[in-house]
């Protein structure tokens, strides 16, 4: 090395690099030798510019571009260098907000998954905790029961279309339900009264929703809407038999719509539930089924 000068090839090995990354750096501007041999062409730099190369580089592993590299040596200015980098923090809270969004949203599937391969069998009437949550609920427009499925899946679509236009993301069938009213389920009338879809947290003050308190329910699970009817039917039984007392109108929830062994089709999977207190404890304001 005389003088500081070092050749393209001690460049390229003294900083980890290659031949063909030095040419393309000198052919986007960012680093250009200090002579060019006008008959060999061959490139000479000053060992010194081995600091300029490595800025670049720790520029390329904050992923910034060459382009937005070239930009700032091009301007060698501390103030545009700041607003460069002030830019690039915005867009990276940006990122990690919706990459935060997208890992919370796949544990979310996680454990609907781990919770609808382990769901008790069709019929199975149970007593268990219903957690909380607000949903963005309207009175149905039709008796839901005595039509299809189908219905349900169209209004359903409706519903969510506008949403994701408010900017809410994350639902999916399983956050949506249909009520029946008290007196409907204790008369033995399987009728629509309210469709709903539960909205993420972190969305709520986008739309308005409504709170649905963390309960304990009596419920049915069953696999064939058409049979609905029947299922609340035995909901109801089951109810009088624990010697349980309502209190509030039943929910028919969606657990599922996607066929097990073929993800292409629907099928869907249901939980008729009701919220209830045991009559040996006092509840003056609900209405008493125990037959």
């Not at 469709?195 to 409504?210: L, M, N, Q, S, Y």
Request: overall charge neutral; aromatic content about 10%.
């Amino acid at each position: 090395m005389k003088n500081n000068k070092i050749t393209i090839g001690q460049m390229a090995k003294l900083n980890h690099t290659t031949l063909a990354t030095l040419r393309l750096y000198d052919e986007k501007g960012l680093l250009k030798p200090i002579e060019v041999n006008p008959k060999s062409n061959y490139r000479i730099y000053d060992v010194r510019q081995s600091m300029v190369f490595h800025m670049i580089q720790h520029n390329k592993d904050l992923r910034m571009s060459l382009k937005e590299i070239a930009a700032v040596l091009d301007k060698s200015s501390m103030q545009f260098l700041a607003d460069t980098y002030r830019s690039k923090l915005i867009a990276l809270d940006e990122q990690i907000d919706e990459l935060q969004w997208q890992k919370k949203e796949i544990q979310s599937v996680l454990h609907w998954n781990d919770y609808f391969s382990h769901r008790p069998p069709n019929g199975t009437l149970t007593i268990g905790y219903i957690p909380s949550c607000r949903a963005c609920v309207r009175t149905a427009v039709r008796d839901y029961f005595q039509e299809d499925f189908g219905s349900v899946v169209y209004d359903l679509s409706c519903m969510e279309g506008k949403l994701r236009q408010k900017g809410i993301r994350g639902i999916y069938p399983y956050h949506a339900f249909l009520t029946v009213k008290q007196e409907d389920f204790l008369a033995g009338r399987c009728r629509a009264a309210r469709i709903g879809i539960a909205i993420p947290d972190d969305c709520t003050k986008k739309v308005e929703t409504e709170a649905y308190e963390s309960n304990t329910s009596a419920c049915i699970y069953f696999e064939d809407f058409e049979q609905a009817p029947a299922y609340m039917e035995k909901l109801l039984a089951y109810c009088q038999q624990e010697h349980c007392t309502l209190l509030g109108d039943v929910t028919c929830q969606i657990i599922g719509v996607l066929d097990a062994q073929d993800f292409r089709k629907t099928a869907e999977t249901l939980r008729f539930q009701v919220p209830i207190q045991r009559d040996d404890s006092s509840a003056p304001s609900a209405e008493s089924i125990s037959g």
